[in-house]
C-alpha cells in the first residue's frame, strides 16, 4: 500500500510539472516579455524594379548609383533605329494607300470604281495607320521614364549593354516620407488603432523620431502572436535611409 501510495504521489507529481512547464512554455509564445523592444525596420515610401519593354541595346543610362530624378525623366535610352525605320515605312505606305483611296473616290464618282474597291482601298488605309500606332508604341519603349520622383538604388546594367524584354534594368526607391514596418503583441490590438502616435529610435542615428501608424495587419501570426503594423515618420530626416532598424516605444503600452 506504501508503495502504492508513493508512486501515485511521485505521479501526481510529475504531471503537476509537466501542467506548469506547458504554462511556461504558452505564456512565452503569447508576445515578448514586458520591457522587451520592438524592433522597426526603415522602408522606402515606394520601391519598383524597371525592367526592358522590349529587346535592344542599351545607348545611354541617365543615372547613377544613388543620384536622384524626377517623374517622367528619362533614365535609359535604346538603340530605337529598327522601330523608327519601320515607322517611316509605314508611313510611306500610308501615304501611297491614302492616294489610291483618293483615286478610287474620284473613278467611283465617274462611275469606274466600284463600291468595293472603294471600301478596300479606305481598309488598306487604316491598316497603314494601324501598323503606325504600333510603331509609334514601339519607338515610344525605347525611353524608359521614372514614374515617380525618387533615387536609383541599384544598376542592373551599364550602357552599351544588350538586353531582353523583360531583363530588369534599374532598382528604384520613392521619395517621401519614409515608412516603418513593425510586429507587436497581439495583445495591444485592441488598444492600437490607425494613426496611432509612437516614436522610434534608430540604431545608426542614435536619434529618436515622432511617428503614425499607418496601416494595421487584418491577421494576427498565431506562432509570434503578434500583429503587423505600418507606420510612416511624421516629417522627412535627411540623415535617414530606408534599411536603417530601430527600436519603437509606444508610451503605456505594455
Not at 32 to 41: F, S, W
Not at 161 to 175: E, I, Y
Not at 242 to 249: D, K, R
Request: hydrophobic share 45%.
Amino acid at each position: 500500500m506504501r508503495l502504492r501510495a508513493t508512486a501515485g504521489a511521485v505521479l501526481g507529481l510529475c504531471l503537476a510539472g509537466a501542467t506548469f512547464f506547458s504554462h511556461a512554455q504558452s505564456a512565452t509564445r503569447t508576445a515578448p516579455a514586458a520591457g522587451e523592444a520592438i524592433r522597426v525596420l526603415v522602408l522606402p515610401a515606394g520601391e519598383t524594379t524597371l525592367a526592358s519593354p522590349v529587346p535592344g541595346k542599351i545607348n545611354t543610362l541617365h543615372v547613377g548609383l544613388g543620384l536622384p530624378f524626377r517623374q517622367g525623366q528619362v533614365l535609359v535610352s535604346l538603340d530605337c533605329e529598327e522601330p523608327q525605320a519601320r515607322l517611316a515605312m509605314a508611313k510611306a505606305e500610308q501615304a501611297a494607300a491614302t492616294d489610291q483611296y483618293e483615286a478610287k473616290l474620284r473613278m467611283q464618282g465617274l462611275e469606274q470604281a466600284s463600291d468595293v474597291e472603294v471600301a478596300l482601298a479606305a481598309s488598306a488605309v487604316a491598316k497603314t495607320k494601324a501598323q503606325i500606332d504600333l510603331y509609334q508604341f514601339q519607338v515610344s519603349q525605347c525611353s524608359i521614364r521614372a514614374p515617380w520622383n525618387g533615387q536609383t538604388a541599384k544598376l542592373h546594367v551599364r550602357s552599351h549593354m544588350t538586353v531582353a524584354a523583360g531583363q530588369p534594368l534599374l532598382d528604384l526607391v520613392r521619395s517621401g516620407l519614409l515608412l516603418l514596418k513593425l510586429n507587436v503583441p497581439s495583445r495591444w490590438v485592441s488598444s492600437i488603432k490607425m494613426d496611432h502616435d509612437f516614436e522610434v529610435t534608430i540604431d545608426e542615428t542614435g536619434q529618436t523620431y515622432p511617428a503614425k501608424v499607418r496601416r494595421i495587419n487584418s491577421r494576427i501570426d498565431p506562432v509570434s502572436q503578434t500583429i503587423e503594423l505600418e507606420g510612416t515618420l511624421l516629417k522627412s530626416h535627411a540623415e535617414l535611409r530606408p534599411g536603417m532598424s530601430g527600436v519603437a516605444n509606444f508610451a503605456g503600452m505594455r
